[in-house]
């Protein structure tokens, strides 16, 4: 709308998909879509070889099915797996809830595919480095001393690239992998709430790697994948939850809880439907049906309809963007991405046991990332009391509905989180008297 030309390239995508203006969201849908619905029969044929590959390998080695064999290796069950996508289908009620508030708060009369992107409620408020080591040592008090010893012998360290440079990798990562030497951070901070979220994310991989490290030899130091994202999310929800703790300003804290609520789309119920859809053309060639692009096309629109209401009238698919399936490099391996979302599940589980105030949860939640590789994550959660393969993953805590605000239980992690009470008793969504 501005006149401005642009490249648009992925980074592009994400940044313009985003925009405020509605018709430029359209156009940087339909033009980026319509390149790589170019490519649908290409990518559909390359991705068919590689599900037909796990398909063989599991019947020759005498899987029950490519996803049996996928999870056998770290020993998963795969009751997490349906139980995963049963909990994602039963609660899809609340995802639309939520796309019906965005549709209100943007001021839509319909809501739309590319209507997803742009934020509920803007904030203009920047955080340098210093203030994202102070949020994350604040946020992450219920963790314990001993956590956040590790974090400040981390931050005084020269262990961590900050700041964007050119030609340098995007995103960001921990890199823990020398046992002999302390992690390395990989960031590129521009000060905005989302990249003090990434610190906090980057840093809970971190101190897992040196939890992991203080309590195995070599061999067993290295953790799994389904354990590793529990270590990161779970500090994201703690800065979450401190942040609604402050004293902020109301459109402040919608941007927070916008925030939040986008990270329940994105990490949980994204990545569920992408599980599904990786889930149901494996399940196609085990039944011998013929997969290809347009097919493939056709199960995400499917799926693409049924996890954003479509026929609840909630939002609207357009077909042309069905060739989202496409762009996902995770596809390529092998039943990966379902453990985004189990990884939000247990972090946000451990996360409500600390602002509940349950003692045990510290000690259970730092036993689990001290255990590193020496068990089976499945099992090490269950362990310690989150079990995946289950509709109710932990028992419902008694301290829930019974107490008043200011005896509340979460009281002790308030006062040492220097926050307002962060009990959620659901009288009292926070306190000012604790
Ligand atoms: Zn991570």
Redesign the pocket.
């Known amino acids: 709308s501005t006149g401005e030309e642009i490249t648009l390239d992925q980074a592009a995508y994400s940044l313009h998909r985003a925009s405020d203006n509605r018709e430029d969201r359209k156009l940087v849908f339909d033009t980026f879509w319509g390149a790589w619905k170019g490519y649908e029969t290409s990518i559909g044929q390359t991705l068919d070889t590689q599900v037909k590959a796990h398909v063989f390998q599991a019947k020759v080695r005498k899987y029950d099915s490519a996803l049996d064999a996928a999870l056998s290796g770290p020993n998963i069950p795969t009751a997490v797996y349906h139980t995963l996508v049963d909990a994602a289908h039963r609660h899809l009620p609340s995802l639309h809830r939520y796309f019906r508030i965005r549709q209100r708060m943007l001021g839509l009369t319909d809501l739309h595919y590319y209507d997803i992107y742009p934020p509920l409620v803007a904030s203009d408020r920047t955080f340098d480095i210093d203030e994202s080591k102070a949020l994350t040592l604040a946020s992450a008090a219920p963790l314990g001393p001993h956590y956040l010893d590790l974090l400040g012998e981390g931050f005084a360290g020269n262990w961590m690239h900050v700041y964007p440079r050119p030609g340098k990798a995007p995103g960001a990562?921990?890199y823990g992998s020398v046992y002999d030497v302390h992690p390395f951070l990989l960031l590129n901070h521009n000060g905005q709430f989302n990249d003090v979220s990434t610190f906090t994310?980057?840093w809970?991989?971190a101190i897992h790697t040196m939890l992991s490290t203080e309590h195995n030899p070599y061999e067993t130091s290295s953790y799994a994948t389904f354990t590793?994202?529990i270590a990161?999310?779970t500090n994201e929800v703690l800065l979450q939850e401190y942040m609604l703790g402050q004293e902020i300003s109301d459109d402040e804290r919608l941007f927070y809880l916008g925030t939040a609520l986008e990270a329940a789309r994105g990490t949980f119920f994204r990545q569920v439907m992408f599980a599904e859809f990786e889930l149901k053309i494996h399940e196609m060639v085990e039944a011998g049906e013929a997969l290809s692009g347009q097919k493939m096309s056709e199960v995400y629109e499917g799926l693409l309809r049924q996890y954003h209401g479509a026929d609840q009238d909630v939002l609207t698919i357009d077909p042309a963007y069905a060739v989202e399936w496409s762009f996902i490099p995770h596809f390529y391996r092998n039943f990966y991405v379902f453990q985004y979302a189990t990884s939000i599940a247990g972090g946000t589980m451990f996360a409500e046991r600390f602002l509940k105030g349950d003692q045990q949860a510290r000690d259970d939640y730092l036993a689990v990332l001290s255990a590193g590789g020496s068990r089976h994550a499945y099992e090490l959660l269950q362990e310690y009391g989150i079990d995946l393969a289950t509709d109710a993953p932990t028992p419902e805590s008694p301290a829930e509905s019974s107490h008043d605000c200011c005896t509340c239980p979460a009281a002790s992690t308030a006062t040492a989180i220097g926050a307002r009470c962060l009990c959620r008793c659901r009288r009292f969504i926070g306190c000012l008297g604790c």
């Open positions: 990562y921990m994310h980057e809970g991989h590793a994202e990161s999310t």
